[in-house]
């Protein structure tokens, strides 16, 4: 199902838009479906806790990533590194 710009969702176009354009799993240490989901979405966690942010930010950043399928971006991250 894809309903925005071939993504599921908005959230998870926006966050693989900006954070994952052009890796790949290896590029986050990913090597099953798995785990790349759970290191892309650490990944981008530690991104927004570590920006300096005030916390009431931070808060609605990490609230946005709740819309986020992170196996879609996996799966992406998997086949981008099958094609590199």
């Known amino acids: 199902m894809s ?3 071939g ?6 176009w926006k966050i693989n838009l900006e ?5 790949t799993a290896d590029d986050i ?3 099953t479906l798995s785990d790349t ?3 892309a979405r ?4 530690d991104a927004i806790t570590e920006s300096g942010a005030p916390a009431h930010v931070a808060d609605l950043a990490l609230a946005f990533l709740a819309d986020v399928d992170w196996y879609e971006i ?3 991250l ?7």
């Open 3 to 5: 309903d925005y710009n």
């Open 7 to 12: 993504w599921t969702n908005y959230a998870t």
């Open 19 to 23: 954070y994952f354009d052009g890796m």
């Open 29 to 31: 240490g990913g090597k």
């Open 37 to 39: 989901a759970s290191a």
């Open 42 to 45: 650490a990944w981008v966690e």
């Open 74 to 76: 996996a799966d992406h």
């Open 78 to 84: 998997i086949q981008s590194e099958n094609v590199a």
